[in-house]
């Protein structure tokens, strides 16, 4: 089983910058097996992919409401990945969810707990 904890969530103004951080645990669990991503989910309204990034941080796919805002990385040495979130306007305000996907031998993935995003206007 893999544990994930986001933090760096909180309450900032529009145009201002957050950094979100994830870290995976686990009895038996290898970080580099996955590929990380983040996920939002603002209230009443379906969970949306934002940010993923391969096993080595090689490739990296955004949503195109947040292409050239935030930037998703990871450090593999730490089991974390991150989420530098940029220019933040208030229709990104929404929990925002850490994903671990394997997809060996059979796909599966793992979801953390939350943390919450408020952009005031």
């Known amino acids: 089983q893999v544990q994930l904890v986001e933090s760096g969530g909180g309450l900032v103004q529009a145009g201002g910058s957050l950094r979100l951080a994830c870290v995976a645990t686990g009895r038996t669990f290898t970080f580099t097996n996955y590929n990380m991503a983040w996920f939002r989910q603002a209230p009443g309204k379906e969970r949306e992919f934002v940010a993923t990034?391969?096993?080595?941080?090689?490739?990296?796919y955004y949503v195109d409401s947040v292409k050239g805002r935030f930037t998703i990385s990871r450090d593999n040495a730490k089991n974390t990945v991150y989420l530098q979130m940029n220019s933040l306007k208030p229709e990104d305000t929404a929990v925002y969810y850490c994903n671990a996907r394997r997809g060996i031998p059979l796909r599966r993935d793992y979801w953390g707990q939350g943390t919450q995003v408020t952009v005031s206007s």
């Open positions: 990034v391969r096993r080595y941080g090689g490739a990296t």
